[in-house]
Each structure stands twice: as C-alpha cells, then as structure tokens.
C-alpha cells in the first residue's frame, strides 16, 4: 500500500493529557475515589537486622477510628508461588508478615488499619515491637561479595603488560534514590476472589503477575489500574510490598484499603540506584589507541535478593579495545533490595570510562573528542555484529560546533571569571534501549473516531501523546480523533515502562494494529461497487484527515464515516503486534550521545554550578520534538544531581538511612539548572524497529555525571572519581 503521510509523527505537539494535568483532572494512584475505603499505614522495622520478639497493639486498638492491626502474627500465610514472569530480581523475595525475620531498616512489620488516614497514622506510631536486635552488614567495603560474572576477549593482563600508557584508578559512586514527585500508593479491593488494585506502576502487567502469584490467584482475577504516573524513574518497575499490604489488609478487613508512603517511606519501601565502587585499569599506545581493558564492579544487593544491571556492556562494546577483562561482583547487604533507575548501569559505568578517556587525553595531551575518534570501532567487537546505527562521530562534530568547545583551553586552572574558575568537559554517551514483544488494540468507530488500548504506562515520558500520534498517521485521522488508552491490565499486554522500549515496542503495536484497521478499510472500499474507490488498488489508496482517496487524485474518495454507514458497520477492529528484536540479533543496536558542559568552581569554597549544558544524540526518528526535548532537559538535570548532589547515607550501626527526606536529601532545584539544551540528529533506525526509533529516556542522562567531572578537572585540575563531586573533595 501506499505509505501514509505523516502529520503527526515528527510534529512538535503539546500533551494530549496536559489539561487533565495541570487542571487536576488526572487521578494518581491515592486518588481514585474508591467507595468504603479505609486507610492503612505501615509499621517500619526500628533494626536492620533480627528478629520481631513482641508486637504491642493495645494502645493503637485501643486509638479512636483504628480497626486492626497486621503483623506476623495473624497475617494469614500467603501462597507466594514462584513468578518467572515478574520484573522481579533473582533470589527469595520478601515475603511480607509471613515470618518474624527483619533483613533491613524498615522492613515492613505491622500495618494499621484505620477509617481515617490520620488516625492509622497515629495508630502506627503507638505499635510497640520488640526485637532481637543484631548488627547488619550494610558498608560495602567490609562486606564479602557474591562470585563475579565475568567477560573476557584477548589477554587483557598481558596486553596490559605491553602497553606503553598504564593506567588503574578507582571510582566510587553513591547510592541514589529516585525521589518521584508522586509518592507510591495502592488502593485495593476485592470482589468476591477478584482483586482490583489501583496503584503507582511502570508495568501493570507485573504487578497484576506478582499479586497473581502471592495470592494463588489465576491472572485473569487480578485487575491492576494505573492511567497516571507522577514521575517513576524506574522506582516503579516492581511491585513493591506495600502493594502487598494494601491487598491482604483489604481482604482481611473485607473493605477497600489505601496505603500512601510518605515520603520517608520511598527511602526503604522502595528500591534505589546502588552505590558501585569502579576499578578500570586503561592501557594504550602513545598515540592514544587503546590496547586493554581491566574492569572490576563492585555493587550492594540485598540479602534476600541479587539485582543486577547492565553495568559491563558499555566497556564491552563502546571503544576499540583488543584485550578486555570484566569482573561484576554483587555484594549482599542488610538492605532493601534495589532497582533500576534512569540510565541504569550506563550511567554509571560512563562515569568510569568517560572519566579515564579524559585522564588520558590528558595525559597524552591530545583532545579528548580526538582520543575518542582514534578508539571508534568499526563494529561491536562483543560479538562481531554490524551496527545498526552508529553516528557517534556526527555527535561529536555537531556538539564541539555549536558548545563551541574550539574555544577551550586544556591547560587546567587557566579560565577565570571573577573567583570563580571555569572549565569545559565533555563526554560520550551509549544505551541499550530495549525492544520487547507488545501488543495493541485499535477500534474505528462509525462516527471516523478511534480508540486505541495498550496496557502500557505512562511517568511522564508523555506515552498518551506520542501513542495517539502513531494511531493517528497509521490511521488517516487528525489528533483530536483518536484516543489512547493505557494503565489497565485489561487491555492487550505490553512490557515494562522503562530502559526505552515502550515507544520501539510498544509503538510499533500500536501502528500494526491501526494499519490493520486501515487495511480494513482500504480493502472494504474498493470491494464495494457502491465506492467512488471501487477497482482502485489498494496500494494506491491513502487516508488523510479520515478520508480515503486515491494517491495523486484527492478528488477521488470517501470518508471512513461514509463507507462504514453504506455497509451497516458500527466499527472495525484489530489487534496488533510486535514481537521482538530478531533472534538471533543481526546488529548491534544502541543509542549515542555526546554530552559538553561549561561549570563555574568557586576558588574559595569549592562549589560547582553548571553553566550551559549541550547533549547532542543519535537515537533514531523522533515521534515528539516537544517530548524529546523535554526528556532531554530532565535527564540532564538528573545527571547534574547524580554529579553534584544526590547520596544516600547509611548508619551502619543499625542500617538506618540518614537523610530519608528531600530536606537532606539533595536533588537539584531550578537554581541549579542552567543554560540545557538537546539535538536530536535526524535520521531513523529501520533496522530497529517498523517506526525506526529507539527512545530517548535513559540515554539522555549517561555522560552527564562524566562531562560535569570532566569540566571540574579543566577548571580546577583537581580530579575527582567519586560521586557526587561535593566542595570537600575540591578544597
């Protein structure tokens, strides 16, 4: 058939959903009006590690509005069947109320149960526990690690051994938290042996699967809705145990029940970006060529459950490097188990190696984006395949032009303005945006209007508008006439909201069923003896603003209202698919990025403050500019917390977490946030996907943290390989 003109696609529109936004329309997880709904809080663990000897609840029963309090001691014993199928990590997950076991600080021990928020969160406080206390294991330095999983291609020791520049330094970065602006909550059901939640999920498909398995019930008698998501960053990617609580306090009390976490709450009730301590040793030539690579990681898990991440692919596959050596090493600690955040592994591993290419251009004295040239490989040395897009030399030219970066001196120390010293950095940047099999629904109604469902998620990416604006242009039809449905594991399934594959998987669903229904149509009309299409070919037919007409001759056609009315036909429908990257893989298929940055360092006290930020990205076609960019801004300043602000900090004495508030916890604020801006270079990866993308959402925040560091050492020729760069380390 002929392809369809684009209007949609590629246009800087606004949100479908903003009014319902900034209106207050749009309801949150805490904020479906439920009926008889009663209101739990839960009872935090005081210890890091024991266990529950007593649970005192008299002074909390005896609290007006309190109606029961849960705890291990008659919670009824939950099935807790094994869940291949989750978004969980490997390892025994928690199983909340089930045992008197407390692995972590605020593990979750009792929860309350109220007519009224304040008074289960009152009744919360008067829960008196005993425990058994003893000392948890949560430094990362004394604790013993897992056996490594390792990577290994030529001799890297003794490449090492001949190389003429030798390098071994150490990175350390900080456990990070995601802080959405909407804190975790669930309201749940239950209808007879159905279960409906309304929660705060990236994948209403994975909590539907884990509450399935924890309750033994088959999956089609749980229900999970989720229409709005106030910001996740991957904090959202599992089910969580306070969903757990809400659905057993529900069944026992028989009555609808809401958790909310506060805000503290988020520090243990959900999960984190691990601290990693980052060992590289670098050799190369005196030209800069890179001859081996020795990587050793190590990251906290928790005792019950072992995550991990894409931490070794970067150093696999990003520079050309003959001798490569990787060693991942997961270290068990007393904590709650953590979970993937912005850029997960890439982020952090850009820190790592971006940091030492700019030692060594340094040392060397050659430019930083010449050093990287000279290692540019020509294909994915981890297993030989071609690249399916690789324009990382075009991020580099693009981004020196307009950051201006001719204008930088590599003499560190030499760019003052006023006290302040000044320094530019860069960095390169590299993701692997996942593809996943998803599917989609879409329905032209008579009246020329569409819906199209999809159970996928939307935190903010602006899944709502980039989706209708697929259907759209597959369809033939304005904006204004389609409507796009997600968060309800009722509609087709789709994978997890996060590592950015919900527009390559999700969208390419979404644009096989409405070409479908398209199809349809183009075939129904010129079937019908009665159109002014009949005879025509189908391959010759377009659809614009809901009207059919022959390529060439627009004079020449009928509307979608028109041709389903002649035949007595209230809709067309179809379901839609995408299965998945080809198995096995016949590209390499990756997303780039280069990332310049100017910072101002007080000379005196040692503050950073970013001035201008340019990230310039190889990420296939864009569907939304307007959304892109605002992607681009928000990984951007992401990275500038994980750079200069952004640390969680343990006691390791009892575990407790610190500064479990955005009042310690420091994220940026808009004083922080200079001068940001993104360029997305055109192009598309049909080798990809049927739409050619491959999201923007995490690449946008890897080598930010690196470039911002980078600038550091130009500016104060001080090199700093922790996380975040605080003005301690700079005096």
């Known amino acids: 058939m002929s392809p369809q003109p684009r209007a949609a696609v590629g246009a800087p529109l606004s949100r479908v959903d903003g009014r319902l936004k900034v209106t207050g329309q749009a309801l949150y997880a805490a904020e479906h009006d439920v009926e008889g709904v009663l209101h739990a809080v839960i009872v935090d663990s005081g210890i890091g590690l024991g266990r529950i000897t007593s649970v005192g609840t008299d002074a909390a029963l005896a609290h007006p509005g309190v109606l029961r309090v849960i705890s291990h001691r008659d919670a009824p014993k939950l099935p807790y069947r094994d869940n291949p199928g989750s978004n969980n990590p490997q390892g025994r997950r928690l199983r909340v109320f089930q045992d008197d076991k407390v692995l972590f600080h605020g593990q979750p021990v009792a929860v309350v149960i109220a007519t009224t928020a304040e008074a289960a969160q009152h009744g919360a406080s008067l829960v008196e526990v005993g425990y058994d206390a003893r000392r948890p294991s949560t430094d990362m330095r004394r604790a013993t690690a897992d056996e490594p999983t390792t990577y290994a291609r030529g001799d890297a020791e003794a490449g090492l051994r001949d190389a003429a520049v030798r390098m071994d330094l150490t990175y350390r970065m900080a456990r990070n938290h995601h802080n959405p602006m909407e804190p975790h909550a669930t309201i749940a059901r239950w209808d007879g042996d159905k279960l409906t939640v ?44 306070h969903t757990v609580v809400a659905a057993l306090a529900a069944r026992e009390t028989k009555r609808p029940v809401k958790v909310v976490l506060s805000r503290k709450q988020q520090y243990f009730g959900t999960g984190f970006r691990p601290s990693y301590e980052y060992r590289l040793r670098l050799g190369s030539d005196r030209r800069g060529r890179l001859a081996a ?75 930083p984006i010449e050093l990287r040239l000279r290692n540019e490989p020509s294909e994915d040395e981890s297993n030989g395949l071609p690249w399916s897009t690789r324009r990382l030399r075009e991020c580099y030219t693009v981004g020196a032009r307009e950051f201006g970066w001719d204008r930088r001196n590599p003499k560190p120390r030499s760019t003052r303005d006023g006290d302040r010293l000044i320094g530019l950095g860069m960095a390169a940047a590299v993701y692997d945006p996942g593809r996943a099999p998803a599917q989609a629904r879409a329905r ?17 990416p602006g899944t709502y508008t980039s989706q209708t604006q697929v259907a759209a242009d597959a369809l033939g039809l304005t904006m204004r006439a389609v409507t796009f449905r997600l968060g309800d594991s009722l509609y087709p399934q789709t994978p997890p909201h996060g590592g950015s594959m919900t527009m390559a998987s999700v969208g390419s669903a979404t644009l096989d069923a409405c070409d479908k229904v398209r199809r349809q149509a183009v075939e129904l009309a010129v079937e019908d003896e009665r159109s002014p299409l009949y005879g025509v070919r189908a391959e010759d037919i377009v659809v614009r603003s809901g009207r059919l007409h022959v390529q060439g001759d627009p004079a020449r056609g009928e509307t979608y209202q028109r041709l389903l009315a002649r035949n007595n036909l209230t809709r067309l429908e179809a379901d839609g698919s995408y299965t998945g990257p080809p198995d096995p893989e016949r590209h390499s298929y990756f997303s780039y990025g280069a990332v310049f940055t100017e910072v101002a360092v007080d000379a005196t006290l040692g503050l950073v403050r970013v001035r201008r930020m340019l990230g310039v990205y190889d990420v296939g076609r864009i569907v939304s500019p307007k959304l892109a960019d605002s992607q681009a801004l928000g990984g951007m300043v992401g990275g500038i917390g994980q750079a200069l602000l952004e640390q969680t900090v343990t006691d390791h004495r009892d575990g ?12 940026p604020v808009n004083a922080d946030i200079p001068d940001l801006k993104a360029i997305y270079l055109e192009g598309e990866d049909m080798r990809a996907d049927p739409l050619g993308v491959k999201g923007v959402g995490e690449i946008v925040q890897v080598g930010v943290a690196s470039a911002i560091a980078n600038a550091v050492f130009n500016a104060t020729g001080r090199r700093i390989r922790e996380l975040p760069i605080t003005a301690e380390a700079l005096l």
């Not at 909590?207 to 989720?226: A, K, N, Y």
């Open 198 to 241: 309304w929660d705060k999920t990236q994948w209403v498909v994975g909590t539907q699967t884990e509450l399935s398995t924890v309750f033994g019930l088959p999956m089609e008698s749980v229900r999970v809705i989720s229409p709005f998501v106030g910001g996740g960053f991957g904090s959202g990617l599992r089910c969580w145990p």
């Open 293 to 367: 690579a020795v990587h050793e990681m190590d990251a906290e898990t928790s005792s019950y459950e072992k995550f991990e991440e894409a931490i070794m692919l970067a150093g696999q596959m990003f520079y050309s490097t003959p001798h490569v050596s990787q060693a991942y090493r997961k270290v068990p600690l007393d904590v709650n188990t953590p979970i993937w955040m912005r850029g997960p592994g890439f982020a952090n591993a850009s820190f790592a190696i971006e940091s030492a290419m700019d030692e060594l251009a340094d040392r060397l004295r050659i430019d």
């Open 444 to 460: 032209l109604d008579a009246d020329g209007t569409a819906v199209v469902e999809a159970a996928s998620s939307d935190m903010g």
């Open 656 to 667: 407790r977490i610190v500064n479990s508030g955005l009042a310690d916890y420091l994220v």
